[in-house]
């Protein structure tokens, strides 16, 4: 019976993976890059460094820039400045819908003499979304998420001698290393991935579990974000023009009111609209929970309408979880272990995927099985390469091109399907160190190409990439060498 | 305070890797009593502990320095192995 429980936690280890694997692999690639994806920010703009600016100014300004060059739009998203990121995101639909977003300079508020890039932005949206229409990314990534735990705890049940081989690594044993390599650093970060892969379904919970708000709200959905979060709400535009109030002012009231907590967001919904206002969102400094704050005032009037300081406990269980998730409570340190951990969750992922391909080619492998093992070359060796070529897109796109930071995201994905497909159509003992050995030469050029590496994020950037540069090109030629 | 942390966290990693079974063969070179190996491994836990302790003085809020114990702890873990590695390597295998 124990025998059985343990073969059928096998079985369900192993077809999870097959599964999910390849996309599960670029979610926690992307997951662990958006954990600095300010910094990719300002690697990605380096035209200059930014000033640092009081964030409320800074905010002020962006919100006039917007009211001089974007006033028909329906809403502004301004994201405050931080102490990692020093300047002001907007993001604004244009007459088509479509959503533009822009870095703002701290200074004037303007977008102007700074390149069009989403910069790390992509990575975070990626890392959920997967560049998929709403709601098909986030349910992917909720589903991934859901079977990363469930693999997880598979794990575990079928790793009879975890207390034995704990401090076990055995080198050039082929599938002996291999295992031992999945096993060791699935089980070291084990704390870092169960949280992870869980408060990532918690954080997309609603698409899997829609039912009990359908319940409750039936089809109003807008009841339920009010009921989440009452003093966030948006009414329609009214068709009589008005003025916006000076914002400055709003900004310093909503400032004391958070008490040291700062501002993470202002939204501004019909903002050339007699029914304009504006949403304040504190920030949340030192505390693991994302907003807690919300003010909303009368655009026009200036008149505060709704203030909401967030106290129930299931909402306050929920903005921990989400916040842990998405560390933004965390201090350099912390960063730099969630983005090493993340790592280690790509490289168990990679592992387990290379292992099952591994067991198959020692036996006579039928063709879905070649065509795997071909599509696991392609995605774990592929899917870095386009990532970095991104940071590359950044650099050599002429920055005059239209529709910049479009052309650097379909540089990811014509990179990637290139990847994929000269893995399918070429032997992987010849793809192996071929694209291996394309991914040391992008990182180095990364590198390189953040010369004269003037800042703390430029010779960040630089050694990261160093680093992982050269363990692509170690590994490119002890591939190399067993071909 | 945290670089000591980090020390504490890296020697109790080290000492719960000798005493088990297969650590104490490549670290200590010989088979330990069980007692012996369970003393060796509740003076690493007790490092363990003073390394989160040392880690919660350190920390100006708790709850972060609670979530980034795990990450340490990690990386230790990961070193602790490629120590036993490196040193099975040198000395070539007892058994």
Redesign the interface.
């Known amino acids: 019976m124990k025998g059985s429980f343990r073969v059928t936690m096998a079985w369900l280890h192993s077809m999870l993976g097959l599964v999910t694997g390849w996309v599960l692999f670029a979610i926690a690639l992307s997951g662990s890059l958006s954990v600095f994806r300010q910094a990719i920010t300002l690697w990605m703009h380096p035209e200059r460094d930014p000033p640092r600016v009081d964030p409320l100014e800074a905010t002020s300004r962006a919100i006039d820039w917007l009211a001089h060059n974007a006033s028909s739009a329906p809403a502004w998203y301004v994201t405050s400045p931080t102490a990692e990121a020093p300047f002001p995101t907007a993001v604004w639909p244009d007459a088509q819908g479509t959503y533009i977003q822009r870095i703002l300079d701290p200074q004037t508020g303007s977008p102007d003499g700074l390149r069009d890039t989403l910069g790390g932005e992509f990575f975070y949206r990626f890392h959920f979304e997967l560049q998929l229409p709403y709601p098909w990314g986030r349910l992917i990534a909720a589903m991934a998420a859901l079977a990363l735990v469930v693999g997880l705890v598979t794990g575990i049940i079928i790793h009879r001698r975890i ?9 050039k044993r082929g599938l002996r290393s291999w295992l031992d390599a999945h096993n ?2 699935g ?3 084990l ?2 991935h169960l949280m992870i892969s869980f408060t990532g379904a918690v954080t997309l919970g609603s698409l899997l579990l829609p039912w009990s708000t359908q319940a409750v709200y039936h089809h109003d959905m807008m009841a339920s974000y009010t009921d989440l979060n009452p003093a966030l709400y948006s009414r329609p535009a009214s068709g009589q023009p008005g003025h916006l109030v000076p914002i400055r002012p709003l900004l310093d009231e909503a400032d004391r009111h958070f008490g040291g907590a700062g501002i993470e967001q202002v939204y501004i919904f019909n903002p050339s609209d007699h029914a304009a206002l504006v949403t304040v969102i504190a920030g949340n400094d ?3 929970s994302t907003t807690t704050g919300v003010m909303t005032f009368d655009g026009t009037t200036g008149q505060l309408i709704n203030a909401h300081t967030e106290t129930r406990p299931v909402i306050r269980l929920y903005t921990f979880l989400y916040g ?1 998730h998405v560390a933004r ?3 350099a ?2 960063r730099w ?2 983005f ?2 993340g790592l ?1 969750l790509a490289a168990v992922i990679g592992s387990g995927m290379h292992l099952w391909t591994l067991k198959r080619l020692r036996q006579q492998p039928h063709m879905g099985q070649r065509i795997v093992c071909r599509m696991n070359t392609g995605i774990l060796a592929g899917t870095p390469l386009a990532f970095a070529t991104y940071f590359l897109a950044n650099r050599l796109l002429p920055l005059t091109l239209a529709n910049r930071a479009v052309h650097e995201v379909q540089t990811v994905f014509a990179v990637w399907a290139l990847g994929i497909t000269f893995a399918l159509f070429r032997r992987p003992d010849r793809a192996w160190p071929e694209l291996l050995g394309g991914n040391a030469l992008a990182c180095l050029a990364i590198a390189l190409s953040g010369l004269p590496w003037t800042n703390v994020v430029m010779r960040g950037t630089a050694i990261v990439a160093l680093m992982l540069g050269g363990a692509f090109g170690y590994a490119a030629f002890r591939t190399a060498r067993r071909a | 305070m945290m670089a000591a942390a980090i020390l504490c966290g890296q020697c109790g990693m080290l000492l ?2 000798a005493g ?4 104490s063969d490549i670290i200590l070179r010989r088979s330990l009593s069980h007692l012996l190996r369970r003393s060796i491994q509740t003076a690493g836990m007790l490092l363990l502990v003073l390394s989160l302790v040392l880690q919660l003085r350190a920390a ?2 708790p ?2 320095a609670l ?2 114990w ?6 230790e ?2 070193l ?3 120590a ?2 490196v040193l099975n ?1 040198l000395r070539g295998p007892r058994r």
């Open positions: 207390f034995a081989d704990f401090f076990t690594f055995r080198p060791i650093l089980v070291a970060a704390p870092f030192h505390t693991v842990l409570f965390a201090p340190v912390t272990l969630y090493l951990s280690a | 719960l890797a088990s079974i297969r650590g100006q809020a709850v972060i979530i980034t795990p990450g340490w702890i990690s990386i873990i990961v602790a192995t490629l036993c590695t390597d």
